[in-house]
Nanobody, 123 residues
Framework: QVQLVQSGGGLVQPGGSLEVSCAAS????????IAWFRQAPGKEREGLGS????????EYPDSVKGRFTITRDNTIHTAYLHMTNLKPEDTGVYYC????????????????WGQGTQVTVAS
């Protein structure tokens, strides 16, 4: 089975922190850039940033810059999304995806997707 397996997320109060992980199963994650997305009910999918294949170069949109951090550990074939100072509007289903490069990500060319992880921020 070729897939990305996600874990983490959950329910937190506003201002809290969460982490979502994304591990490769059935393919070599080292050869892919990783992107994170989220989708809230009734809204379009939103890109949260990406990390390059080898150099750890990250890109973030202004909506999450300074609060969200993308990292990866190629020794265990896993990428992470670290989220801090969470707000109610951050609530949604979070997805990781793998692509040949960050350029492919910007073009919407994504080869593999995680199953999604719910993140709920509420008092």
């Amino acid at each position: 089975q070729v897939q990305l397996v996600q874990s983490g997320g959950g329910l937190v109060q506003p201002g809290g922190s969460l982490e979502v992980s994304c591990a490769a199963s059935g393919f070599t994650l080292d050869y892919y850039a990783i992107a994170w997305f989220r989708q809230a009910p009734g809204k379009e999918r939103e890109g949260l940033g990406s990390i390059s294949m080898n150099d750890g170069v990250t890109e973030y949109p202004d909506s999450v810059k300074g609060r969200f951090t993308i990292t990866r550990d190629n020794t265990i074939h896993t990428a992470y999304l670290h989220m801090t100072n969470l707000k109610p509007e951050d609530t949604g289903v979070y997805y990781c995806a793998a692509a040949p490069s960050q350029r492919h990500i910007s073009l919407g060319v994504l080869d593999y997707w995680g199953q999604g992880t719910q993140v709920t921020v509420a008092s």
